[in-house]
T-cell receptor, first 115, second 114 residues
Framework: SAVISQKPSRDICQRGTSLTIQCQVDSQVTMMFWYRQQPGQSLTLIATANQGSEATYESGFVIDKFPISRPNLTFSTLTVSNMSPEDSSIYLC????????????FGPGTRLTVT | AQKITQTQPGMFVQEKEAVTLDCTYDTSDQSYGLFWYKQPSSGEMIFLIYQGSYDEQNATEGRYSLNFQKARKSANLVISASQLGDSAMYFCAMREVQGGKLIFGQGTELSVKP
């Protein structure tokens, strides 16, 4: 299994500002995934972050709005830039299980409210 | 492109009864995995059960079982002996081996009545 922590757990931000969310995993993983869950909605994949390379963004998400860093195999950050109320969501990071595990684990999420 | 569909926005079940949550999927890949997650009001995503596309037997994990019908492209979750603590959102998801991305359905909100 993998234990994932995220910081902050929640935040209230003003529009136009930026917030950086941290994701720490207790084991080395190749791929880390960032998801967004808007209120009352399902999870949508924002991007996939591999260590040592640029993140791969899904349709509808761009690097200028959601820059991602992946400095090592256990850590990643997602920044939500120039925030608007529409960015109010839960942001979750996720990793595959280690070894032969097929499971995919999620962090506890960061609840972001933009006013 | 892969797609997951959950057609039941909300479901009610009486405590101690069984309930089936529907999930259909679409993919052109032969190798993929199907997942079910539970999301209580706290927001955490709790992994429940997994079914690989080549698994011949339906997956089971305690009170959870996955009714996998490959030809129909369905992967329904069956919860036996429902408990009040089962009240939550349930998400079906699929990951193609090729792409590696986990894609989610719209979710089903399950309410267990005492």
């Amino acid at each position: 299994s993998a234990v994932i922590s995220q910081k902050p757990s929640r935040d209230i931000c003003q529009r136009g500002t930026s917030l950086t969310i941290q994701c720490q995993v207790d084991s080395q993983v190749t791929m880390m995934f960032w998801y967004r869950q808007q209120p009352g909605q399902s999870l949508t994949l924002i991007a996939t972050a591999n260590q040592g390379s640029e993140a791969t963004y899904e349709s509808g998400f761009v690097i200028d709005k959601f820059p991602i860093s992946r400095p090592n195999l256990t850590f990643s950050t997602l920044t939500v830039s120039n925030m608007s109320p529409e960015d109010s969501s839960i942001y979750l990071c996720s990793v595959w299980g280690t070894g032969l595990s097929y499971e995919q684990y999620f962090g506890p999420g960061t609840r972001l409210t933009v006013t | 492109a892969q797609k997951i569909t959950q057609t039941q926005p909300g479901m009610f079940v009486q405590e101690k009864e069984a309930v089936t949550l529907d999930c259909t999927y679409d993919t052109s890949d032969q190798s993929y995995g199907l997942f079910w997650y539970k999301q209580p009001s706290s927001g955490e995503m709790i992994f429940l059960i997994y079914q690989g596309s080549y698994d011949e037997q339906n997956a089971t994990e305690g009170r959870y079982s996955l009714n996998f019908q490959k030809a129909r492209k369905s992967a329904n979750l069956v919860i036996s002996a429902s408990q009040l603590g089962d009240s939550a959102m349930y998400f079906c998801a699929m990951r193609e081996v090729q792409g590696g991305k986990l894609i989610f359905g719209q979710g089903t909100e399950l309410s267990v009545k005492p």
